[in-house]
């Protein structure tokens, strides 16, 4: 027996795909915030384009979760205020999870975690204690866990000088103008220590862990009610995790396990 599709049936199909169609072309990209001010994870080359392991990662998430997404430049301080605002969605520019964040913003899993550390002069003899600091000039990013940290352990003794971007830092190290910078371990030795201006330069000190200051990773940061979107990307945080994905990304950047225990 034929199948008979009746012309009013046929109507509700081609209506229904047509709606898919439709509401596909007309989603509403999801708007990715960023300072990109921190090479290798997240910059722009010199035609103004997105870069990094930051961008790459956004990019497979928001393929594997089929979200339409977009980037929005925002200075670091400003990320959290402007993601509030509805300014943008979603942080994602190497933001820490910690306890004081989490009061504002919901993180997604972790999609990276590395330890902090200080960088000096290899002749200094600086020592990272509040002896060794007394006096000197320690540079930091703006409105990080890096500046928090050195803030609330050698604020007392030495001068805190906070800058809008990374480079910055670097080229006040560079200067003379900064006797220690703190960020980072990864960030610190890929953009400064492995690169020719960074030869006369080196670690100081023990990692920092503490995850009072270093939280539990890096993760992307929602708005707090943001839950189903914020699963979405765990979701797709997982599948690109699994499917190999994610290593073949940071195996463009790193020569070591970025994504920690």
Not at 92 to 98: D, G, L, P, V, Y
Request: charged share 25%; glycine share 8%.
């Amino acid at each position: 027996m034929k199948k008979v599709i009746s012309l009013g049936c046929l109507g509700i199909v081609l209506a229904a795909a047509s709606f898919g169609t439709v509401q596909a072309a007309q989603q509403k990209p999801v708007r990715l915030a960023s300072d990109f001010t921190y090479p290798p994870f997240n910059y722009k080359d010199a035609s103004g384009t997105p870069q990094g392991f930051d961008i790459e990662i956004a990019d497979a998430l928001c393929a594997e979760a089929q979200l339409k997404c977009e980037w929005v430049t925002q200075s670091w301080d400003g990320l959290i205020p402007s993601l509030l605002a509805r300014k943008s969605d979603v942080i994602m520019a190497s933001m820490r999870i910690t306890e004081e964040r989490k009061k504002r913003v919901l993180f997604t899993d972790k999609y990276y975690q590395t330890p902090a550390r200080f960088v000096t002069d290899k002749t200094s003899g600086i020592k990272i204690d509040k002896v060794g600091l007394k006096g000197k000039s320690i540079g930091v990013q703006l409105g990080t866990i890096h500046d928090r940290y050195v803030t609330d352990k050698f604020g007392d003794v030495a001068t805190i000088r906070r800058y809008t971007g990374q480079d910055e830092v670097y080229l006040d190290l560079q200067s003379g103008r900064l006797d220690a910078v703190f960020g980072n371990s990864d960030q610190l030795a890929l953009a400064f220590l492995e690169k020719e201006r960074g030869q006369g330069f080196a670690f100081t000190g023990e990692a920092v862990t503490d995850k009072a200051y270093i939280g539990e990773g890096t993760a992307l940061a929602l708005r707090l009610k943001d839950k189903k979107l914020a699963a979405k990307f765990n979701q797709a945080i997982k599948s690109i995790r699994e499917n190999g994905t994610y290593d073949k990304i940071a195996s463009k950047y790193f020569n070591f396990d970025i994504y920690g225990e």
